[in-house]
Each structure stands twice: as C-alpha cells, then as structure tokens.
C-alpha cells in the first residue's frame, strides 16, 4: 500500500490541530511566554481570513 501526500490551503475545520501546533511553534520553538488559547486562535484566524500570511496543512492519503 503506498501514500499519497496532500498540500492543501488550511482551512476552518483545522482550527483545533492548528491551535496545538502554532501554540507549540510561538512558545517552545520562539520561547515566547504562554498566551491564552484565544490569541493563538486570533492569529489562526487572520491568517485563515488572508488578512496575511497563509497556512498549508499536509495530509496522507492511502491510495
């Protein structure tokens, strides 16, 4: 069986995954202080909404 990758723009339903993954990329790989939850989602949702920046999410497929 082999595996198809998938690069797709992010889109609203990836907000949960999104959070846990920026929330660790702002604080451990920037070693930044802990913020709420609310200002992770902030930010997904202006990158989500084009405002700037984009997000891409990679998915594995069987094919």
Same mark, same amino acid.
């Given at each position: %069986?082999? %595996?198809?990758?998938?690069?797709? !723009?992010?889109? =609203?339903?990836?907000?949960?995954?999104?959070?846990?993954? %920026?929330?660790?990329?702002?604080?451990?790989?920037?070693r930044?202080?802990?913020?709420? =939850?609310? !200002?992770? $989602?902030?930010?997904?949702?202006?990158?989500? !909404? $084009?405002?700037?920046?984009?997000?891409?999410?990679?998915?594995? %497929?069987?094919?």
């Open positions: %069986m082999s %595996m198809t990758i998938v690069v797709r !723009n992010a889109e =609203f339903k990836d907000i949960n995954q999104l959070t846990e993954l %920026m929330y660790k990329y702002v604080v451990d790989f920037y930044r202080p802990k913020l709420p =939850f609310e !200002n992770i $989602h902030q930010l997904i949702y202006t990158l989500l !909404n $084009h405002k700037e920046g984009i997000q891409f999410v990679v998915e594995k %497929m069987k094919s």
